[in-house]
């Protein structure tokens, strides 16, 4: 399994901007598909966008298209999720997978999971 680590997340106006990280353990990092989920309060976790091994291969969830974009350095063993024009409903725990599933967007399909960090955005 992989040990993941995220952060970037806070509290920011509607209309702003967060830029949060996923930070991995492995080395084998680039091998993995890397998946973002968020989960709202009284809500189930949900799928945001996921990243895999095909360079340049990402899918998206159809509420955050043209808002968040998914990037991975694997040199960094690390995962991005910029977000963009914040709304008060992208509320949530925010939290980044990892698994072997090829374009994988339910959460059955990763193996490891962080611990998560909070976006607030305020209206």
């Known amino acids: 399994q992989v040990q993941l680590v995220e952060s970037g997340g806070g509290l920011v106006q509607a209309g702003g901007s967060l830029r949060l990280s996923c930070a991995a353990s492995?080395?084998?990092?680039?091998?993995?598909?890397i998946g973002w989920f968020r989960q709202a309060p009284g809500k189930e976790r949900e799928f945001v966008a996921t990243?895999?091994?095909?360079?340049?291969?990402?899918i998206y969830a159809d509420s955050v298209k043209g808002r968040f974009t998914i990037s991975r350095d694997n040199a960094k063993n690390s995962v991005y999720l910029q977000i963009n024009s914040l709304k008060p409903e992208d509320t949530a725990v925010y939290y980044c997978?990892?698994?072997?599933?090829?374009?994988?967007?339910?959460?059955?399909?990763?193996?490891?999971w962080g611990q998560g960090t909070q976006v607030t955005v305020s209206s």
């Open positions: 997978a990892a698994g072997r599933v090829l374009k994988a967007t339910h959460s059955h399909e990763y193996d490891s």
């Open positions: 492995r080395s084998t990092f680039s091998t993995y598909t």
């Open positions: 990243i895999y091994t095909t360079p340049g291969s990402t």
